[in-house]
């Protein structure tokens, strides 16, 4: 359980990490997470936090990448500042207790225009995925 | 928009914040100063009263653009103070704050003190910059929303429009930007400014939902210049994006239900951030000088409920007790430990040692509903990233199989921002990582029984599927191990 430096008395309890490395182009990319001994407390979690970690890209992608656990959008990727790596953080309670003992999160690229296919400028990687419980 | 006079009330309602900062440390920018100022109103762009100030914004740009780029005031310093790609970096340059809490802050100094520049440059004594309303829906005017507004991309000229960039990507031909990307509600539906992961504001570090969207979101929409923090400021259309973004802000603590800004944060009330006045001149600013936009500096949205939410920060900060420990006299002899194989490390909470007094606070702890027992690892940390996970057990003999009771894992180790050392860049403060792990239910079996010994067990695993027993790639070292009780009943 992990102390965060500026929580303010929040406490991140980690329960699985998917630290391959992985890049996220014009085609969606599934990464499946395995919670089988967490069951039992991923049920009772009041909040559940996916976190990508090491966002990053060698130039600005120029598309969105939609995070999806199940049939659920739990956050997007934008990359802004993308030569730094980025971690970011999304709700998953929900989406999270509707599934077994495995998760699959799902990365599915999107246009950010209107009407227009996914133009990849650069791909976006992520080198990590993990999931945690918090609590206040 | 014109602009309105300064009430008496309204002087002495500025003077009350003003003083409010005052007490807070020393004022970094002049007061009178600022008092000496009208109201401004920042007009939605897409409403007529928004036509003269894109206007004069042209005659402004124009003018900042004909100064040397070593002009504090001229366009190519103002955006480099955002972020730039030249070298050698001048006084405050590539200062942007993003991915931590002082995101919302520092923007909204930096437009704040470009607007007074602009103004300056724009002929128009009431000038304020327009903010970008772009909305979600489908109906024809929520989707004009999302396109750049006309006068930026009409005429598609950029030595006749100073508005217009060349340097964007498919919304300069006037496609708009998914309708999602303008939904703000995952934001506004935050309640915590910092602290949680998925918060409004930010931690520090990480990124606030309403930094990831609508602002990451519309940055990448628009593409070029925009598309990075090194150049996204010399385009005009940062400004107003901006300015929505630190709308949102204001509809953000007026929503009420306990949204408030972190001024118990010490960093983030005291941080100071350097920009230039009109005459340029430098000021730094705090975050107790920008609290309220509206008492502190001058200006209002159009159509934004007034009044604005008034918050200062305090004579004396108290902050809020969410947590109360205390160290348990609970020997655990010989507390460090390495972790640098592929096998389970343990070391033993010698609970026969324990005074009659204290096992009977354990015990307390364990039933009370406000109180819990918590084993601390102080001083955790690796030369570069292991690559394992530390699985964290208590009261099991040897590795547990399928059929321990999974309350004896009481957590992991994951180092990832925090001990790995290579991972320290010269700003970063020397800190090791600190990990707490609840012991109420893995421990009572133990303490019920009256065992002598409580086995700690550290065990290292692959992080994928599987999760053998792997080899840090770094061995992981644990130098303190204790604990304490908690409690988190409220004052």
């Keep these: ?136 | 928009m014109a602009r309105a006079t300064v009430s008496r009330r309204k002087f002495l309602s500025r003077t009350a914040i003003a003083a409010g900062a005052v007490i807070a440390g020393p004022t970094l920018f002049d007061i009178e100063e600022l008092l000496a100022q009208p109201s401004f109103v920042r007009p939605d762009v897409f409403l007529p009263a928004a036509v003269p100030h894109l206007n004069a914004y042209k005659t402004a740009i124009n003018a900042m653009r004909a100064l040397p780029a070593t002009n504090p005031i001229s366009w190519a310093y103002q955006a480099a103070i955002h972020g730039t790609t030249v070298l050698p970096a001048k006084t405050a340059w590539n200062t942007c704050q993003h991915g931590n809490f002082f995101f919302l802050s520092w923007h909204r100094m930096y437009l704040y003190w470009f607007e007074r520049i602009v103004r300056s440059k724009s002929g128009m004594t009431s000038w304020a910059l327009p903010y970008w309303n772009y909305v979600p829906g489908t109906t024809a005017a929520q989707t004009d929303s999302r396109r750049l507004p006309l006068p930026f991309r009409s005429p598609a000229n950029a030595a006749t429009n100073a508005l217009f960039t060349p340097n964007r990507g498919g919304m300069n031909g006037g496609t708009p930007f998914n309708t999602t990307i303008a939904d703000a509600s995952g934001a506004l539906t935050q309640t915590a400014f910092t602290g949680p992961s998925v918060n409004f504001g930010g931690n520090n570090p990480g990124s606030g939902r309403l930094e990831q969207r609508p602002h990451n979101e519309v940055h990448v929409a628009v593409a070029g210049w925009m598309g990075n923090p090194q150049t996204a400021a010399q385009d005009p259309i940062f400004w107003l994006h901006h300015a929505n973004i630190d709308r949102y802000w204001n509809v953000w603590l007026k929503q009420g239900g306990g949204r408030a800004d972190p001024v118990g944060n010490a960093t983030w009330r005291n941080t100071k951030f350097t920009f230039f006045r009109e005459n340029g001149t430098q000021v730094q600013m705090t975050a107790c000088d920008i609290l309220n936009a509206s008492a502190q500096l001058n200006y209002t949205y159009q159509n934004e409920a007034l009044p604005q939410v008034t918050q200062s920060c305090p004579k004396i900060i108290i902050p809020p007790i969410l947590v109360q420990k205390r160290p348990l006299r609970i020997p655990i002899p010989d507390p460090e430990m390495v972790i640098d194989q592929a096998r389970p490390v343990t070391r033993t909470m010698q609970t026969k040692q324990v005074s009659a007094d204290v096992m009977s606070e354990a015990k307390s702890a364990i039933a009370s509903r406000d109180k819990h027992l918590v084993l601390d690892f102080g001083d955790v940390a690796a030369d570069v990233q292991p690559g394992v996970i530390f699985e964290v057990w208590v009261g099991i003999e040897g590795v547990p199989n399928e059929k321990t009771p999974q309350v004896h894992h009481v957590g992991d180790i994951a180092l990832f921002a925090q001990g790995v050392r290579s991972n320290m860049t010269h700003n970063d403060q020397p800190h090791n990582a600190t990990f707490s792990f609840p012991l109420d239910e893995a421990i009572a079996p133990a303490l019920s029984r009256g065992a002598a010994n409580v086995n700690i067990v550290v065990i290292p695993r692959d992080p994928l599927e599987g999760g053998a027993l792997k080899k840090p790639a770094s061995p992981l070292h644990i130098t303190k191990m204790s604990v304490s009780v908690e409690d988190t009943k409220q004052p």
Aim: with cysteine; net charge positive; glycine share 10%.
């Design chain 1, 1 to 136: 359980m992990l102390s965060f430096a500026n929580g303010g008395g929040v406490h991140k309890e980690l329960v699985t990490r998917n630290g391959k490395d992985f890049a996220v182009a014009a085609k969606p990319v599934t990464v499946t997470l395995a919670v089988s001994r967490a069951k039992t407390r991923l049920a009772k979690a009041k909040t559940i936090v996916l976190e990508l970690e090491g966002v990053h890209a060698k130039a600005q992608p120029g598309f969105l990448v939609s995070v999806r656990i199940g049939d659920a959008e739990v956050g997007r990727v934008a990359l802004y500042t993308f030569a730094e790596p980025q971690t970011f953080a999304f709700d998953a309670t929900e989406a999270v207790k509707r599934c077994g003992g495995t998760v699959k999160v799902r990365f599915v690229p999107l246009s950010p225009l209107e009407g227009e296919g996914v133009r990849v400028a650069s791909p976006i990687r992520i080198s990590g995925v993990a999931l945690s419980i918090e609590r206040p």
